[in-house]
């Protein structure tokens, strides 16, 4: 068991890192925005993986490894039924000279059969949980657009270096090159080589004190 263990430990972190990604799409979908505008850090995505892996629940995977599972045992049932019939068929028939390698065809085919199952359902599995993920970073999106709408968070406003106008949103996502901020309902993109800084206004508190992140 052990010496597959680095198998089944790079199954989970892949597993995990497609989750990430389909729900950080997700996510960023729901407000036009793609993914490579943002990109994450394989370390970031595995954790957003967890995170979506989390969201989903556990139960809907849950019933996709039980049925799994019941397709290999049937499997193999079929597998050991066609063995079984092969020799009752074989104890019929009278002796002959016939090569080994002919009675060993049917339980090698039969195994194959059983692999490509396998494959195949493991492969539907993968299809339906990522669908699942992508759905739930949507859900969340949708979820933060509410928030956004009713207030919750704190507005930034966004200082440019040339002293234009400035301009007043929420946040989206931000990375080294580029700043999202949602304004008035729309999602909007800066360069971040284009900001001087960014002020974080205490909307709920009605403060006139300001958090202010300068920009190098």
């Given at each position: ?70 397709a290999v045992v049937f499997a193999y049932l079929v597998e050991f039924l066609l ?47 990522s669908f699942a993920s992508t759905k739930a970073g949507k859900a969340a999106a ?75």
């Amino acid at each position: 068991m052990l010496k597959h263990a680095s198998v089944f430990i790079t199954l989970i972190v892949a597993i995990l890192y497609t989750l990430g990604l389909n729900y950080y799409q997700g996510f960023l979908g729901e407000f036009g925005l793609q993914e490579s505008m943002f990109p994450l850090t394989f370390d970031q995505t595995t954790f957003t993986g967890f995170l979506s892996f989390v969201d989903i629940g556990f139960k809907p995977i849950l019933w996709i490894v039980v049925a799994t599972e019941v397709a290999v045992v049937f499997a193999y049932l079929v597998e050991f039924l066609l063995i079984r019939l092969q020799k009752v068929k074989a104890s019929d028939l009278p002796t002959t000279t016939e090569s080994p390698s002919r009675t060993k065809l049917v339980p090698d085919a039969e195994r194959l059969f059983t692999y490509a199952i396998v494959i195949f359902l493991a492969f539907v599995g993968s299809v339906l949980i990522s669908f699942a993920s992508t759905k739930a970073g949507k859900a969340a999106a949708n979820n933060y657009n509410e928030k956004i709408k009713r207030g919750v968070f704190d507005s930034k406003s966004i200082v440019f270096k040339d002293g234009g106008e400035v301009f007043k949103g929420y946040y989206i996502m931000s990375s080294p090159q580029q700043y999202a901020l949602m304004i008035d309902g729309k999602p909007t993109v800066y360069n971040m080589a284009d900001i001087k800084m960014i002020v974080s206004n205490q909307d709920k508190n009605e403060s006139k004190n300001l958090d202010v992140n300068w920009v190098k």
